[in-house]
């Protein structure tokens, strides 16, 4: 029997031979080239893992009904309202944009699960930013593409947007997919195909998002109309267009909820610092000035590089379209603009560098990525305590209190309000849009108004607002009907006097028990 000894023995003489380390070692190299076949195949989906994973566990998103966006809230109710075959709120909010469509995975199999819509939201921003990643591949080189894309990703006003599954995840991804389906369609140009109508419904979905997405019909009509040769042949895209942008237009009534003309360097400088900012009266208006002034000097060098391809135009129209609103849909594509394309032009003038170092080639650029992910960091850091310490904006502070008045299930309640999606998924009761209370007291009268009144139990809404002028008006002239519960900074919450709403009860009725059975009890006396 071979002892322990001679057993070493062997084993040292085995490994020390030349030709088996080196047999040895390309086995070990063979599989670590495996592996790196296997991760360039599949990196999208571990960096998709991670970067969701990431976002979870750092509380990076809220898993409550608060912070969201009023659109994406109508999308959510009308999912989850037909998974569990209850009446859906189409009738009582209007068409909500088409958002909805893009929601039907999580109203079919996760219906009010709002972790399901928050990750749903998380994948969609992903998608948009690894379809970004590719154009920037394209356009310039693998490097610019990486180190934008994982800058950007990391943004706060990118957190923000998820964190609300606000619209400008989805008008990315839609931008990306849309250059795309026309690169499909141009390698395969058959008239009235499958590609065809795909673009006109991706253009008709982001269309009723924002109006920002004006940018996608405008920027295809650019391309096709520069292509001389296709001119006769590129009308059905053009009346497709036009057809798919007015229907999406009619069927929405419109953008609902946007608020117009904001101011851009203020909306700037709460881009940079996040949703933190909601919570600061005070805006830094040095942040937002220093983003503008890297903003406009790069559209007017790097023009040329964004008209080159279709999705760089649709960014460069709706970088100026977006100035109608000044929201943080627009900010978002002006940090795509500023952070995609400065990376592209740091790194294009460090190549015309003389310098063979690191630093001398890559010196400015790893500053300029150091100061940004810190800043990046220090906000995504304070985006997460907020999210721990459950801090609300001025709006959801007002739902929070309607929260309050809606736990008591022994009372009635039936509320207007100024977000009804949102305040109908916090409260789990009767909401209303303030639309169904009539303002035109000549011509319905002011019994017909108070009637109107009386059908609810609690108003809420921000009355300093332009679009609720007429309302608080016509609510100021009946203070003995109503009375003022609370003043807040984001509005007020109103409670009706004398309302006729009655209790509706929604717990189950429960069987009577056999010894509560009359009959019973009868039999038993006998």
């Known amino acids: 029997m071979m002892t322990t000894r001679k057993y070493f023995a062997m084993l040292s003489l085995l490994f020390s031979h030349n030709e088996l380390i080196q047999v040895f070692y390309l086995e070990i190299i063979k599989d670590a080239g495996y592996m790196k076949h296997y991760f360039e195949n599949y990196w999208g989906f571990i960096a998709l893992g991670l970067w969701v994973g990431a976002c979870l566990l750092f509380d990076l998103v809220r898993l409550d009904a608060y912070g969201l966006d009023e659109q994406a809230a109508r999308g959510l109710l009308l999912n989850w309202s037909v998974s569990d075959n209850i009446v859906s709120p189409i009738v009582v909010f209007g068409v909500p944009d088409f958002r909805a469509l893009l929601f039907l995975p999580v109203g079919i199999y996760w219906a009010g699960n709002m972790l399901a819509a928050k990750i749903f939201s998380l994948v969609i921003c992903f998608t948009g930013i690894a379809l970004l990643y590719n154009w920037a591949k394209r356009q310039d080189s693998k490097e610019s593409a990486l180190i934008s894309a994982s800058i950007f990703a990391i943004s706060p006003v990118v957190i923000w947007q998820v964190d609300q599954i606000g619209a400008a995840p989805f008008l990315l991804m839609a931008f990306a997919v849309g250059a795309w389906l026309d690169q499909a369609y141009r390698a395969k140009p058959r008239y009235f195909g499958g590609w065809y109508f795909a673009q006109m419904l991706m253009v008709a979905i982001a269309i009723t998002i924002h109006p920002i997405a004006l940018a996608y019909p405008l920027a295809l009509v650019w391309t096709w109309w520069r292509n001389g040769d296709e001119h006769k042949t590129s009308r059905h895209i053009y009346i497709g267009l036009a057809i ?183 409260t789990k009761r009767d909401v209303f849009p303030l639309e169904f209370l009539p303002t035109a007291i000549d011509k319905i009268g002011v019994e017909g108004f108070l009637t109107a009144l009386h059908s609810y139990t609690h108003i809420v809404l921000a009355p300093n607002q332009a679009q609720n002028k007429v309302l608080n008006d016509r609510l100021s002239s009946f203070t003995h009907e109503m009375e003022t519960l609370g003043v807040f900074s984001g509005g007020v919450i109103i409670e009706v006097r004398n309302h006729t709403v009655e209790l509706r009860n929604y717990r189950p009725q429960m069987p009577n028990k056999p010894e509560d059975d009359p009959a019973t009890s009868t039999e038993k006396t006998n």
């Open 244 to 426: 798919s942008s007015l229907i999406a237009l009619a069927i929405s009534n419109g953008w609902q909820n946007i608020n117009w003309f904001n101011n851009p360097i203020q909306t700037l400088a709460q881009a940079l610092e996040g949703s933190v900012m909601v919570n600061n009266a005070k805006v830094h208006w040095v942040s937002g000035l220093i983003i503008t002034m890297l903003l406009i000097p790069l559209v007017i060098i790097d023009k040329n590089y964004l008209v080159k391809s279709l999705l760089g135009k649709m960014l460069l129209i709706a970088l100026f379209i977006g100035l109608a609103t000044g929201d943080q849909v627009w900010a978002t594509f002006a940090f795509v603009i500023l952070i995609f394309r400065w990376v592209a032009v740091l790194i294009r003038a460090s190549e015309n560098s003389s310098k063979d170092s690191l630093l001398g080639q890559r010196g400015l650029l790893i500053a300029c990525c150091f100061i940004a992910t810190t800043a990046f960091m220090l906000e995504a850091k304070a985006h997460a305590v907020s999210n721990k310490l459950q801090l609300l904006n001025a709006e959801d502070e007002l739902i929070e209190k309607m929260v309050t008045i809606a736990s008591d299930n022994d009372k009635p309640f039936r509320a207007l309000s100024q977000w009804p999606a949102r305040t109908m998924l916090a």
